[in-house]
């Protein structure tokens, strides 16, 4: 699967974005999602992970409420989004396609990685 995400860009604190992720190659609408990002001079974390069919969500605890992940299988698109945006959410956003069918929040789970998208929140 390749992947290509889009929708980063600056934001007010407070304000919204909503990240895209198309796939295309292998069948995308078998795998599991997830969204991570890295901060500057931080490790790369888990944000957001959804199942095959939708039915499981995960989300890391500081953006559970602020953050939702869908997916659109028949576009072979996965979002975020992102609602009451921090500067402590500025980062690179990455989207990952998952070894198997079901949300998982280790990197280990997941075989395939878009380029990642800039997201920059001001105070």
């Known amino acids: 699967v390749q992947l290509q995400a889009s929708g980063g860009g600056l934001v007010q604190a407070g304000g919204s974005l909503r990240l895209s992720c198309v796939a295309s190659?292998?069948?995308?609408?078998?795998?599991?999602m997830g969204w991570f990002r890295r901060a500057p001079g931080k490790e790369r974390e888990f944000v957001a992970a959804m199942s095959w069919n939708g039915s499981s969500t995960r989300y890391l605890d500081s953006v559970k409420g602020r953050f939702t992940i869908s997916r659109d299988n028949a576009k072979n698109t996965v979002y975020l989004q992102m609602n009451s945006l921090s500067p402590e959410d500025t980062a690179v956003y990455y989207c990952a396609a998952g070894r198997t069918a079901f949300s998982a929040t280790l990197e280990t789970y997941y075989r395939s990685w878009g380029q990642g998208t800039q997201v920059t929140v001001s105070s």
């Open positions: 190659g292998r069948i995308f609408s078998n795998n599991g």
